[in-house]
């Protein structure tokens, strides 16, 4: 439970961390709020030779509305997303969702942009962030790109983030009044989903059911289709390849991915709960 | 009016809350100056023949002093099985020499001079084992295919009983039978293991160590290094919970103060949590067949358990938790024919030891599963079948078929406050119209009534030392056996001696753990420390008021039957003179007032209570939570309200954790798959209910004090309840069976089971 040694750089700002990166390629990851990184180096299931905090450079840290979109720094924390007015009010699924990860103690260090990067399929904002659509706005040693958020997961810990890129900000659709709702499914209230659905707006997103978040295609094209909320639901896991552990066998990840997607879907439609 | 039965806050707790205790790896003791850090090489086999350890590139890495293998080790006796009635053969080696037989099996010790070079060199070492099969499960224990000590050729270490008669059901118009399964968990406390030793120049060796009781890690460590135990200072410093998994040594705490010697320097160690995952005992961990037999009118004639304990790889407490499992088989319940019969096996996982009941939950556990099912099976409401058979109330020893003797008990009321509390029948009619209604959130009731066995004494001899003394100014100092780590003794014991001596409980100090101050004494566990312990202050107390009767009688010239205790002078005043007297301290002034005793009890005292637990169960997920807790505990006379009450609640958690959420599990190559917190589910407040208690005290003639254990109780009556709630829930849709942990899976899969799916 204690790493193997590693060279630690705080950088000062976004262009010095991507310096860094450019200077130590894969020997280096980048270290934000560490509740994911940190858990792995104490296992030593990862060993980086270089980390680079990025924690302590300004101005990563907003939320604000430009256009028609969303803008919120890669390095908010879950707990001031959680508590944000602008987010309540321009997209609402999002402090709810960050309220819903893990405890206290990871909101106040967790981060958006550290989430994403990690690219855990069981991770409730990105679930909730494929349901949303949007952007992962990333910078590398020639400038900004924006990388479609459908198009941002790979895999498990797999991204389309290049070596020498730094995630800098996420953008989203403000989606004002529309119908939300996120389903997680756990054992303890901390714990990682098992599964979750998150529904927005017609689109839905499960967590834990491939080797990345998913979006629940045959649903939604249900749902297009004109199909009822039970019929679409009832196709939630189409398409999936959820893995198996002690919590749940891929056939019950099945089960619940249907049942959470009907109950998400049920309740951003404004149903009351199936049951009370 | 007396302090005892008030609820006194805890004078510990200021410490604890604010600088914080000193745990053993916080200690900052001069003796410790310059001392080498410990870190393990375990095993990350099951089982396998141990071909080689190569040390010499860790031997290499920066900060190694030494790396300790089973060679150098070769002069300590290898450790024998802690009972005369375990199979001789499995004995414990320091350090593998030939063989592994769990993953976390000791192999190496590292020692550097910063914590941290121990880790990056222990993956230095080099350990080649040739795989053998692994032993995981009871019944791949019992096939004795694969032997994890082939010289004892068996895998079991003990057996207890005999099968029941070919006729022992004969005559039942009902015989229902049920295989279940008490699942091993972890005790995870919040501190995990630690040790640390130095030698002195006079021979001797100071050892601080987590632990439940100090005097008997000092004799096991005497027993296995072949010391006097007049040369070994032990030291219990703070401690961060137990669960009786810190009960006596373990081998390494004797193997960290054998190093210290071996290197020269002081030498400390401290798990960290996977190690403790793996490398601290385990409990529970029993397979269980029961089978229930009576007549449809709800009279249960028969009853028979049969235990397979799966003890782990090395014989320790495990061994004997059958044996308690048998003793209390019956439990509150009258029946006429109970059998039980027990086997310990060996397998290849973390050793089995004693953790909050220690062989008395499984009993209660499979016990009143038992009776639910009988129950569903002749359609009875089951707190009706429990009423039938029930023990009346008694108040002179009772002694069961099983051979234990009860000191009092009145079942049927205890049983009957719960379900009062509880709002039985309303609970029923909210059952009946949501199972009428199909709502997806089903309610489910489950009860448990049980006694238990507390203040037993398990070969930490029997009794408990105090001592008493007051100090001329005015304060006092009590010495006691006993080991708190958690429980409140600080608090309580002064509670006890100031009710008699009217010293104020902030002046008195309680000690413990430590045996050169405190030579004799049997520790915390097996919820004996009041019954005992305090009964030993209690009558340590009386003891000093007489010594300081006969002084003050001689000083004040008077008659010693004219002295009385006048709590408000704290001392002793001539009867119907008010404030002519001569206070404690005063009397200490002259000449030093301490007293030492021993208190033994004449037998173990019999808790009991009931618990009604009411669950919500997403019948559509499978998902179970418990929406109320009540119970009703009687542990005799409470001392002090706050304390009886912080053990119920701990209790009940644990209990509600077993039922719904943790095991321990290993995949079919041994290697364990919940050795992290993200893995395994540790319950935590958000989980829980507000516990609903429900207050009932049958003073027990055992002790002065009137009091009974409440240490285990809420473990021994939670988890059972909560079970039976969760099974009732959906015992609609044709349920009858789920074992524990009922997970969201599990009830999810019975349900589907039981409709005729797949």
């Known amino acids: 439970m204690i790493p193997g040694s590693f060279e630690l750089v705080r950088p000062a700002s976004v262009e010095e961390a991507v310096a860094a990166l450019v200077e130590h390629g894969d020997d280096a990851k980048v270290l934000a709020g560490g509740h994911s990184l940190l858990p792995l180096m104490k296992l030593r299931l990862a060993m980086p030779a270089v980390l680079v905090d990025i924690s302590r450079i300004p101005g990563l840290s907003y939320v604000r509305v430009e256009g028609d979109e969303v803008a919120i720094g890669a390095g908010t924390r879950h707990h001031e997303l959680e508590k944000d007015a602008v987010a309540a009010a321009e997209v609402p699924i999002l402090p709810y969702v960050a309220s819903q990860v893990g405890d206290p103690q990871v909101r106040h260090r967790g981060t958006i942009g550290g989430t994403v990067a990690h690219s855990d399929p069981a991770s409730d904002l990105p679930t909730a962030l494929l349901a949303l659509g949007g952007t992962v706005v990333v ?135 199936a049951a009370a | 009016m007396s302090i005892l039965g008030t609820r006194v806050v805890r004078t510990e707790d200021p410490l604890f809350l604010t600088r914080g205790a000193t745990y053993t790896d916080d200690l900052a003791d001069d003796r410790l100056v310059g001392a080498l850090h410990a870190t393990f090489v375990r095993s990350t086999v099951a089982h396998g023949r141990l071909l080689s350890v190569d040390a010499s590139a860790a031997l290499e890495a920066p900060g190694v002093v030494a790396v300790v293998t089973a060679e150098d080790v070769a002069d300590l006796v290898p450790i024998p099985p802690p009972f005369p009635f375990v199979n001789r053969a499995m004995t414990r080696p320091w350090l593998a020499s030939d063989r592994v037989r769990f993953v976390g099996d000791p192999i190496a010790v590292v020692l550097t001079e910063e914590r941290y070079q121990g880790e990056d060199a222990a993956e230095m070492v080099a350990v080649d084992v040739d795989p053998l099969p692994a032993v995981v499960g009871t019944a791949a224990a019992a096939s004795d295919e694969v032997l994890l000590f082939p010289e004892a050729g068996t895998n079991v270490m003990a057996s207890f009983g005999q099968p029941a008669p070919a006729d022992f059901f004969d005559g039942c118009e009902v015989v229902v039978t049920q295989p279940m399964v008490n699942q091993r968990v972890a005790p995870v406390p919040l501190e995990s293991r630690a040790a640390a030793a130095a030698w002195g120049e006079d021979g ?243 009860m448990s009534v049980y006694v238990e066995i507390t203040g037993a004494d398990n070969g930490a001899g029997t009794g408990e030392a105090a001592s008493l003394e007051v100090h001329p100014d005015g304060t006092a100092t009590v010495l006691t056996g006993t080991s708190p780590h958690g429980q409140g003794h600080a608090t309580a014991w002064a509670m006890i001696a100031s009710d008699q001596l009217g010293i104020p409980v902030e002046r008195i100090t309680v000690v413990h753990g430590d045996t050169d101050r405190v030579p004799q004494g049997g520790g915390t566990m097996g919820s004996r420390s009041l019954q005992q312990g305090g009964a030993a202050v209690h009558q340590a107390a009386g003891e000093l008021v007489e010594l300081a009767r006969q002084r003050a009688a001689e000083k004040l010239e008077v008659d010693p039957e004219d002295l009385v205790v006048d709590l408000g002078l704290a001392g002793l005043a001539v009867r119907g003179t008010p404030g002519t007297g001569v206070t404690f301290a005063e009397l200490a002034g002259d000449e030093q007032l301490l007293v030492q005793t021993h208190f033994t009890a004449a037998a173990p005292t019999f808790p009991f209570g009931a618990h009604v637990v009411v669950v919500e169960v997403d019948v559509e997920s499978g998902k179970a939570e418990v929406a109320r807790l009540i119970a ?88 059972p309840a909560v079970q039976n709630a969760v099974i009732d829930a959906v015992a609609h849709l044709g349920v009858r069976h789920i074992d524990m942990p009922t997970t969201p899976m599990r009830v999810f899969r019975a349900v589907q089971q039981a409709q005729g799916g797949n």
């Open chain 2, 204 to 446: 001797r060796v100071t050892v601080w160590c987590t632990n439940q009781g100090a005097q008997q890690a000092r004799g096991q460590f005497g027993d296995w290094l072949k010391m006097d135990p007049d040369l070994i200072h032990l030291i219990t410093p703070d401690v961060g919970g137990g669960f009786g998994a810190k009960i006596g040594a373990d081998p390494e705490y004797a193997l960290i103060a054998w190093l210290a010697r071996h290197v020269g320097r002081p030498v400390r160690w401290a798990e960290n949590r996977s190690e403790n995952l793996i490398g601290m005992l385990h409990g529970r961990a029993q397979d269980q067949v029961v089978t229930i037999g009576g007549r449809r009118d709800g009279t249960i004639e028969a009853y028979s358990l049969v235990v397979d304990q799966d003890c782990g790889s090395y014989p320790r407490i495990g061994t004997v938790l059958p044996t308690l499992t048998m003793l209390m088989a019956s439990g509150v319940y009258g029946f006429p024919r109970v059998h039980a019969q027990a086997r310990a096996l060996a397998t290849t996982t973390t050793s089995i030891g004693a953790y909050r009941g220690a062989g008395r939950p499984e009993a209660t556990s499979a016990l009143e599963r038992a009776v639910d099912l009988f129950a569903a099976e002749i359609g009875m409401d089951p707190a009706e079948v429990r009423r039938k058979n029930l023990l009346p109330a008694f108040s002179e020893p009772h002694t069961t078929p099983m051979g234990a003797t009860y000191d009092n008990g009145d079942y049927t009321t205890a049983l009957d406050r719960a379900l009062d509390a509880a709002g039985y029948a309303e609970l029923r009619a909210e059952q009946a119209r949501r199972r009428e209604r199909g709502d997806a959130r089903q309610l489910g009731i489950g």
């Open chain 2, 632 to 719: 009703v505990d009687d542990a005799g006379t409470i001392l002090n309200p706050l304390l009886a009450e912080g053990q119920r609640h701990g209790g009940y958690a644990q209990g509600v954790a077993q039922a719904l959420l943790e095991e321990v599990l290993y995949d079919e190559d041994g290697n364990p798959t919940t050795s992290t917190l993200a893995d395994y589910p540790f319950i935590s407040a958000t989980e829980l209910p507000s516990f609903e208690l429900v207050e009932m005290a049958t003073p027990t003639p055992m002790n002065a004090l009137g009091a009974k254990g409440i240490g285990e109780a809420g473990t021994i009556g939670a988890t």
């Open chain 1, 139 to 273: 910078q590398g040693p020639s400038g900004r790109r924006d990388i479609p958020i459908t198009e941002f997961w790979l895999g498990f810990f797999e991204t389309a983030l290049a070596e020498d890129e730094l995630i800098v900000e996420i953008r989203v659709p403000r989606t004002g009044s529309a119908g939300w709702a996120y389903e997680k499914f756990t054992r303890r209230a901390n714990d990682w989903p098992i599964v979750a659905a998150a529904a927005v707006d017609g689109r839905v997103a499960l967590a834990n059911m491939a080797g990345s978040v998913v979006r629940a295609t045959a649903t939604e094209e249900a749902l297009a289709r004109g199909a009822s909320i039970a019929e679409a639901a009832a196709l939630a896991d189409q398409g999936t390849s959820p893995g198996a552990d002690m919590h749940a066998d891929q056939d019950y990840r099945r089960h619940l991915a249907r049942l959470l997607t009907r109950r998400a879907l049920e309740k951003a439609a404004g149903a009351p709960a």
